[in-house]
């Protein structure tokens, strides 16, 4: 007698019938009866009933199978009293289920590629220590920290080391600040790039404007300047397909990013989009910034 095997089938782990009737130790046209008598029931609460036909045989018919899920199997079970080879065949099928499950995510690790966390944002940031910034004194690149991680980790668009989101967030908090009477003196402080950069002098800011600095970066930069920063670095094509995944697509972004015709201009930063969003996920840790 086979032994009892669940296996996947399109998107599902099934087992098939025969098998279990086998097991139960009774024909196998006496188990799809129960399973046609029951049929309406099991498809409400576990969906529809797989059937297939058998290889024929010589002459005749083609029989019929079916393909049921670990929900499906299990209800049917229920329907038996518990006799020696049922309580067998419950635990057998259980094993069966718990076997496929176990392969099933076996084989979804080793296909699963390892996730990089030291990218450019990221190692960038690692390095915040090189900064020297008054205690008095806030910058657009720390409190940018977490729009830079999403950039790179939610959104997985690759950034090129000489890449400035940061820099786009000092450029339209620098105008939006202007004029406000709530706006202090501006300083500066010490930014060391670990490349050809090496020391700049962006701007400080004072600790009162913090507050008015936050929520305009939440209710006005990442809603609406960051789609434009990426559409402009990526294309239209990049930034709609971005959004759609991260379930963040709104009026704003349909807007900037519709195309009333595709250029080649626009299709080759696509493409460019792609194959530089593979790369970031084969990037080692060991890259320089």
């Keep these: 007698m086979p032994d009892l095997a669940a296996f996947e089938h399109g998107d599902a782990l099934v087992v098939d019938s025969r098998l279990i009737a086998e097991q139960l130790g009774i024909e196998h046209r006496s188990f799809l009866q129960t ?11 576990f969906g529809f009933l797989r059937f297939e036909n058998a290889e024929i045989q010589g002459r005749g018919r083609p029989g019929r199978y079916a393909l049921l899920t670990e929900d499906q199997a299990t209800f049917v079970m229920t329907l038996s009293r518990n006799s020696d080879e049922v309580v067998q065949c419950k635990l057998k099928l259980v094993q069966a ?26 190692k960038r940031l690692e390095n915040m220590r090189d900064h020297h910034v008054d205690d008095s004194q806030w910058t657009t690149f720390r409190e940018s920290a977490e729009v830079l991680l999403f950039v790179e980790k939610d959104f997985r668009v690759p950034v090129d080391r000489l890449d400035l989101c940061d820099g786009s967030i000092g450029h339209h908090w620098s105008q939006y600040r202007q004029g406000q009477d709530w706006a202090g003196s501006v300083g500066s402080y010490v930014h060391n790039f670990r490349d050809q950069r090496g020391a700049q002098f962006p701007k400080a800011y004072n600790t ?24 402009d670095k990526h294309g239209k094509k ?23 015709r595709s250029t080649s201009n626009q299709e080759e930063l696509y493409q460019q989009f792609l194959v530089a969003r593979v790369t970031l996920l084969q990037e080692s840790d060991d890259v320089q910034y």
């Design 35 to 45: 399973l046609d008598d029951y049929k309406t029931q099991m498809e409400q609460a």
């Design 97 to 122: 289920f718990s076997r496929a499950k176990q392969v099933l995510r076996q084989r979804q690790a080793q296909s699963t590629p390892p996730e990089i966390h030291t990218t450019t944002y990221i």
């Design 208 to 231: 009162t404007e913090l507050r008015y600095f936050k929520r305009w970066l939440r209710e006005h930069y990442i809603p609406f300047h960051l789609p434009q920063y990426l559409a």
């Design 238 to 260: 990049a930034v709609r397909q971005i959004y759609t995944e991260v379930n963040q697509l709104t009026d704003h972004v349909l807007s900037i990013t519709t195309e009333k």
